[in-house]
């Protein structure tokens, strides 16, 4: 009987060993981190879009809590989320101006004529992937064909008039 005893009372002994040494290096080499990120990324939308002009949401929160970065930087989530991280902040923020798009021919569809009538698949990169960039006579301008309204989760994007 202590032939099968023993192994388990050091095999026990080993693994209550093993446990406290891990939980000690749990808490000495523990990342800190600094208490307002948490609270700015449960305010933005987690969307990871880069148009705040940091990688993702956590790089943007890190540059606002740590950096200084502008509060006002979150274009999908507008006033209501800059707001919130004024208030996570301890400052004011004023009211960003809602960002169109500009598009340089001025185009909607009775300005930036068609090229030639495209029948293809009704997709903005199959369009764009042909020779001269789509059917549209401006190569700047919007094909019209709503693939960026069908990946945009926060139905922030229409067509109106051929432009999104």
Known sequence: MTEILIPIAIMAGLGIVLAVLLGYAADVFAVKQEPKVEEILLVLPGVNCGG?????????????????????????????????????????????????????????????????????????????ALPGGGAKSCTYGCLGLGTCVGVCEFDAIIIRDGIA
């Open 52 to 128: 705040c002009g940091f990688a993702g949401c956590e790089a943007y929160a890190k540059g606002v809590a740590l950096n200084g970065a502008s509060p006002s930087l979150c274009t999908v989530g507008g006033n209501p989320v800059a707001n919130q991280i004024g208030d996570i902040m301890g400052v004011k923020v004023n009211a960003q101006e809602v960002m169109v798009a500009y598009v340089k021919c001025n185009g909607d569809c009775n300005k930036a004529k068609d090229k030639y009538e495209y029948h293809g698949i009704m997709d903005c990169v199959s369009a764009a």
